[in-house]
């Protein structure tokens, strides 16, 4: 973990959710429907973190804007 953020993919702490984005603000900030970043992240590996103990519903899912935007330029391509 790196200032307070986890190491790529996988689980993160409650803590380092907090200060990162949920499926809706992402999916808001990308103009699609939050059900479109689930599948994203499902079929096309979009970067994102769980916090241990959730059931694994969209908005238990947290992302950083740098990775996604480095997402979208490796898709885009």
């Not at 200032?3 to 993160?12: A, D, F, K, M, S």
């Not at 603000?25 to 429907?33: F, M």
């Amino acid at each position: 973990m790196t200032r307070g953020i986890p190491e790529e993919g996988g689980v993160c702490s409650a803590e380092d959710a907090r200060q990162m984005m949920k499926t809706p603000e992402v999916a808001r900030l990308l103009g699609v429907d939050h059900r479109t970043v689930l599948v994203w992240v499902r079929d096309r590996a979009l970067p994102c973190y769980r916090v241990p103990g959730t059931s694994g519903k969209g908005t238990n899912y947290f992302f950083r804007w740098a990775e996604v935007q480095g997402w979208l330029e490796r898709v885009a391509k």
